[in-house]
């Protein structure tokens, strides 16, 4: 079933905190079409909170809902064993069964603070890597060199300061990738650190016979320590669920400097009135 097009919020939808898109033309020739697309976002439950960081893919995945897309929500709690190394200076501490399992606990519910539960489909990875055999994680692993893993900055910084890399992180993104062969997806969101994630997932659909998923990376959000990325590891940030007091508070302690930035990726304030308030903070 064809669902209706509009210009207007497509063109919202690919202009506002977005800093990529992979490949552009093909995914607004998609959205043009009134096929409806399967869109996916995945968090790793590595702390129970979901935080104002992750709302801003939380904000596009509502975007492409409320043009009447399929939300893919993937809870990654084989993947959190691991743990995404993109943008570490070190290896995570690996996380066991019990602590994952009691992070992901509220995640739907905090997930649909932003999004509609109700219209997505949430699935958790290990549904399909507790399944597989080692010929199944071999062939995978087929679809990388270590030549291609090497070239990322993150690992060559921490190569470079003496930190180990340990070969699971070196598989991350193809699990990442692989999550997007079982759920078929046709569009991805990640932040615009996930870049080399998400393009290793168009790679690893193209190996298993898919057709290639579009990419959408947004901004990150730097956290309320004003320097690095709002993060669960580096515990600068604002939780869906902090009490509304604590929220307040810590937003209140945001430089001023990106109170614009902070407006503009986390809510849906018009753009116009946006501007606005930039011109009056000037």
């Known amino acids: 079933m064809k669902i209706a097009v509009n210009k207007e919020k497509i063109k919202n939808l690919l202009s506002r905190a977005v800093t990529d898109a992979v490949i552009k033309e093909h995914l607004l020739k998609l959205l043009g079409s009134g096929k409806t697309l399967r869109v996916k976002f995945g968090i790793d439950p590595t702390s129970p909170d979901i935080h ?14 409320e043009l009447g897309h399929r939300a893919v929500l993937i809870i990654g709690d084989f993947t959190a064993r691991i ?53 199944d994680f071999y062939r995978l692993a087929g679809h990388m060199t270590i030549q291609q893993v090497l070239k990322r900055e993150d690992f060559k910084k921490r190569i470079e300061s003496g930190h180990d890399i340990a070969a699971t992180e070196m598989m991350y993104p193809l699990f990442q990738g692989y999550d997007s ?66 929220m307040f508070g810590k937003t209140m302690s945001i430089k001023d400097k990106f109170n ?20 009056l903070l000037k």
């Open 260 to 279: 614009i930035k902070y407006f503009e990726l986390c809510t849906d304030v018009p753009e116009r009135k946006i501007q606005e308030m930039g011109k």
């Open 181 to 246: 062969v079982m759920v078929k997806a046709d569009v991805e969101i990640g932040g615009e650190d996930q870049l080399l994630n998400l393009l290793a997932g168009r790679k690893v659909q193209r190996a298993y016979g898919l057709p290639e998923q579009d990419i959408l990376t947004v901004p990150l959000l730097e956290g309320t320590d004003g320097v690095r990325k709002m993060s669960k590891s580096f515990g600068n940030y604002i939780a869906l669920n902090d009490p509304p007091a604590e």
């Open 52 to 65: 104002l960081g992750h709302s801003v893919p939380l904000l596009k995945l509502r975007q492409f809902q």
């Open 83 to 135: 743990g995404d190394p993109s943008g570490r200076t070190e290896a995570r501490k690996p996380l066991s069964g019990a602590e994952i399992k009691k992070n992901f606990k509220n995640y739907l519910a905090q997930a649909g603070k932003i999004i509609d539960i109700k219209k997505t489909e949430a699935h958790f990875n290990s549904e399909w890597f507790n399944k597989m055999k080692a010929t």
